[in-house]
């Protein structure tokens, strides 16, 4: 693994006197708001309230689309409500069945299988629900790029709402029929997950038929759930829903939400972003990756706790066994790097490979490569791929260069599916590679590790790990924050959780703090008592009802020669903050 280069932002000591004083915050958390370009006080204020929300008016033409909903409604006609198999899809086709059955619909769903179906609206699909009798087809989290599936539903006599917030096709073509897109709509927050649009369509929905629309609030847990599940940017409404929906999901009655929690070991008192993200939503994944999706929403529908328990040991052992095939698969595709090389894309793929995981393991590859990473599962001489990138690498955009070699594809910029045919996968990945060669520079394939402030042991107590909560939930393009702990030595390392991690003293301008450093294999990753250049992430640890700050270390690397050091500190900020940094260009 490539070692990072630490990055700090310019911070001018006056902009964070300000914030310290206009917003009556620590000089840690000012310079955190500084360096993330919110020195304004009335911009930093508005941030930490999160409390940006938008009318669901601001969706050019959803009246048009609630029309055609109630239209169908009151008529007592079939509305199918077509989903996705991930946890975006779950949650955004479980809020408009609830919302459809509040205002009296005939209505029902159906998530495609990622075995047989593959992702979206399918032509296959189209036909089986126009010969089951829909008469009006919702499609949730899909279908912005189904212009010919679309196409055959209203031959078929269908009527068609498409619901979305995936990129078009390339070609510009859209749908022939109503949308609801944040991007095309005109909406003010243009990356909301399909879920929340879903909920928006919800609001509008209810408000046309007269319902009260606070009753919604209850499924805010759904579009917190989804919106951390889906890695859109955590700024903005998306904010502002997931706190919500944070605190709507710890009260939340939904029986099988209730139970999922109690699977993964969530107590509903605690639950956040992470618990969120790295114990819920992979278990209702889990689902659409091994088995059956519509298990995570039989779960989130039902009302029958005992039926919501059943289903949550189900995810429970779907999601261990993910776990399992995942690290098969990440073993053997490690081994295909090694071989190649060095590349500025990795395409990488295998026979018997599970198309439901593969994306979990690009995913994995992306960060320890810092390279964008395809993985295509192979069977019967066709191939499904998906794919993650690095910030600097739009990977629709390479999809689309080489597109002479696959069949199908679409996604957005991190994150990508296709389908090839195995005979095209050498080529398709030389062009891949060379289309990455082509439009990166040298300083985007090493990673960087931002520094958001700079604090010495004394600041490391209790009262800066809770303030540092204002600027949660944490996400993309809201990451948790990087403290780097100047003049840093490591003391006392001692192996924990079966040998995999270490715990340690950190010593900084005469304070002591308690850290912990994860997948270590047990040991510090510099020698005891040796002069540090370290970044934290400064958290409160709950154990066994008693709580206390806790450093989690992100990176360290020892600090660079006493020449080095002047060199360096001669070149930074003026700032007393910047002056104690080593940080290597």
Same mark, same amino acid.
């Given at each position: 693994m490539q070692r990072p280069r630490f990055e700090i932002a310019p911070c001018p000591s006056e902009d964070v006197a300000r914030l310290q004083r206009e917003?009556?915050?620590?000089?840690?958390?000012?310079?955190?708001?500084?360096?993330?370009?919110?020195?304004?006080?009335?911009?930093?204020? /508005?941030?930490? $309230?999160?409390?940006? =929300?938008?009318?669901? /008016?601001?969706? $050019?033409?959803?009246? =048009?689309?609630?029309?055609?909903?109630?239209e169908h409604a009151r008529a007592g006609r079939r509305i199918t409500i077509h989903g996705d198999y991930d946890v975006d899809g779950v949650c955004s086709t479980a809020i408009l069945v609830r919302a459809l059955r509040a205002i009296g619909a005939d209505v029902d769903s159906y998530l495609p299988d990622r075995a047989s179906d593959g992702y979206g609206l399918g032509a296959a699909t189209v036909r089986r629900l126009a010969a089951r009798g829909t008469q009006l087809l919702v499609s949730v989290d899909c279908a912005i790029t189904a212009v010919e599936e679309v196409e055959l539903a209203r031959e078929l006599g269908m009527a068609v709402l498409v619901t979305d917030h995936h990129s078009p096709r390339a070609d510009g073509r859209l749908p022939r029929a109503p949308i609801v897109h944040p991007a095309l709509c005109g909406y003010p927050c243009v990356e909301l997950c399909a879920t929340a649009v879903a909920y928006k369509l919800a609001q509008a929905l209810f408000e046309a038929a007269g319902r009260d629309v606070g009753e919604l609030e209850q499924d805010l847990d759904l579009v917190a759930l989804a919106t951390i599940a889906d890695v859109v940017a955590l700024t903005g409404e998306n904010r502002t829903l997931v706190r919500r929906g944070l605190r709507a999901l710890a009260a939340t009655r939904k029986p099988g939400l209730r139970a999922l929690m109690g699977a993964a070991r969530v107590d509903p008192s605690h639950v956040n972003e992470r618990s969120v993200a790295f114990a819920l939503a992979p278990r209702i994944n889990a689902a659409g990756r091994m088995y059956r999706a519509d298990a995570g929403l039989e779960l989130i529908l039902t009302e029958d706790p005992e039926r919501a328990a059943q289903i949550a040991a189900e995810?429970?052992?779907?999601?261990?066994?993910?776990?399992?095939?995942?690290?098969?698969?990440?073993?053997?595709?490690?081994?295909?790097?090694?071989?190649?090389?060095?590349?500025?894309?990795?395409v990488l793929a295998g026979e018997g490979w599970h198309a439901g995981v593969i994306g979990i393991v690009a995913a994995r590859l992306v960060e320890r490569h810092n390279r964008p990473v395809v993985l295509i599962a192979l069977e019967g001489g066709r191939g499904r791929g998906s794919g993650r990138s690095i910030g600097a690498f739009d990977l629709l955009a390479g999809l689309n260069a080489c597109s002479e070699h696959l069949l199908a594809h679409g996604g957005h910029r991190a994150a990508a599916g296709l389908e090839i045919d195995g005979a095209c996968v050498q080529a398709f990945a030389a062009a891949m590679s060379a289309h990455a060669e082509g439009v990166l520079e040298p300083g985007d394939l090493t990673a960087v590790e931002r520094v958001d402030a700079v604090v010495g042991g004394d600041e490391l107590g209790m009262e800066l790990a809770e303030e540092l909560q204002a600027l949660a939930p944490f996400g993309r393009a809201n990451p948790g924050v990087s403290l780097m702990v100047a003049d840093a030595t490591f003391h006392d390392g001692r192996a924990m959780g079966e040998g995999k991690h270490v715990r340690f003293t950190v010593q900084s301008r005469g304070a002591r703090a308690r850290a912990v450093a994860f997948g270590t294999g047990g040991t510090l990753p510099v020698e005891d008592g040796q002069p540090v250049e370290a970044t934290f992430t400064l958290e409160v640890n709950e154990w066994r009802g008693v709580s206390e700050p806790r450093l989690v270390l992100r990176q360290a690397i020892a600090a660079p020669s006493p020449i080095e050091a002047a060199r360096l500190g001669q070149a930074a900020d003026e700032s007393e903050d910047e002056l104690v940094l080593f940080a290597l260009p």
């Amino acid at each position: 693994m490539q070692r990072p280069r630490f990055e700090i932002a310019p911070c001018p000591s006056e902009d964070v006197a300000r914030l310290q004083r206009e917003l009556g915050v620590s000089r840690a958390l000012a310079q955190v708001l500084v360096r993330r370009g919110l020195e304004e006080p009335a911009r930093a204020r /508005a941030f930490l $309230a999160a409390d940006e =929300e938008h009318h669901h /008016a601001a969706f $050019a033409g959803i009246g =048009e689309a609630v029309q055609m909903i109630l239209e169908h409604a009151r008529a007592g006609r079939r509305i199918t409500i077509h989903g996705d198999y991930d946890v975006d899809g779950v949650c955004s086709t479980a809020i408009l069945v609830r919302a459809l059955r509040a205002i009296g619909a005939d209505v029902d769903s159906y998530l495609p299988d990622r075995a047989s179906d593959g992702y979206g609206l399918g032509a296959a699909t189209v036909r089986r629900l126009a010969a089951r009798g829909t008469q009006l087809l919702v499609s949730v989290d899909c279908a912005i790029t189904a212009v010919e599936e679309v196409e055959l539903a209203r031959e078929l006599g269908m009527a068609v709402l498409v619901t979305d917030h995936h990129s078009p096709r390339a070609d510009g073509r859209l749908p022939r029929a109503p949308i609801v897109h944040p991007a095309l709509c005109g909406y003010p927050c243009v990356e909301l997950c399909a879920t929340a649009v879903a909920y928006k369509l919800a609001q509008a929905l209810f408000e046309a038929a007269g319902r009260d629309v606070g009753e919604l609030e209850q499924d805010l847990d759904l579009v917190a759930l989804a919106t951390i599940a889906d890695v859109v940017a955590l700024t903005g409404e998306n904010r502002t829903l997931v706190r919500r929906g944070l605190r709507a999901l710890a009260a939340t009655r939904k029986p099988g939400l209730r139970a999922l929690m109690g699977a993964a070991r969530v107590d509903p008192s605690h639950v956040n972003e992470r618990s969120v993200a790295f114990a819920l939503a992979p278990r209702i994944n889990a689902a659409g990756r091994m088995y059956r999706a519509d298990a995570g929403l039989e779960l989130i529908l039902t009302e029958d706790p005992e039926r919501a328990a059943q289903i949550a040991a189900e995810l429970d052992r779907a999601n261990a066994e993910r776990r399992q095939v995942e690290t098969r698969i990440r073993y053997e595709a490690e081994a295909q790097i090694a071989q190649m090389g060095e590349r500025g894309a990795y395409v990488l793929a295998g026979e018997g490979w599970h198309a439901g995981v593969i994306g979990i393991v690009a995913a994995r590859l992306v960060e320890r490569h810092n390279r964008p990473v395809v993985l295509i599962a192979l069977e019967g001489g066709r191939g499904r791929g998906s794919g993650r990138s690095i910030g600097a690498f739009d990977l629709l955009a390479g999809l689309n260069a080489c597109s002479e070699h696959l069949l199908a594809h679409g996604g957005h910029r991190a994150a990508a599916g296709l389908e090839i045919d195995g005979a095209c996968v050498q080529a398709f990945a030389a062009a891949m590679s060379a289309h990455a060669e082509g439009v990166l520079e040298p300083g985007d394939l090493t990673a960087v590790e931002r520094v958001d402030a700079v604090v010495g042991g004394d600041e490391l107590g209790m009262e800066l790990a809770e303030e540092l909560q204002a600027l949660a939930p944490f996400g993309r393009a809201n990451p948790g924050v990087s403290l780097m702990v100047a003049d840093a030595t490591f003391h006392d390392g001692r192996a924990m959780g079966e040998g995999k991690h270490v715990r340690f003293t950190v010593q900084s301008r005469g304070a002591r703090a308690r850290a912990v450093a994860f997948g270590t294999g047990g040991t510090l990753p510099v020698e005891d008592g040796q002069p540090v250049e370290a970044t934290f992430t400064l958290e409160v640890n709950e154990w066994r009802g008693v709580s206390e700050p806790r450093l989690v270390l992100r990176q360290a690397i020892a600090a660079p020669s006493p020449i080095e050091a002047a060199r360096l500190g001669q070149a930074a900020d003026e700032s007393e903050d910047e002056l104690v940094l080593f940080a290597l260009p």
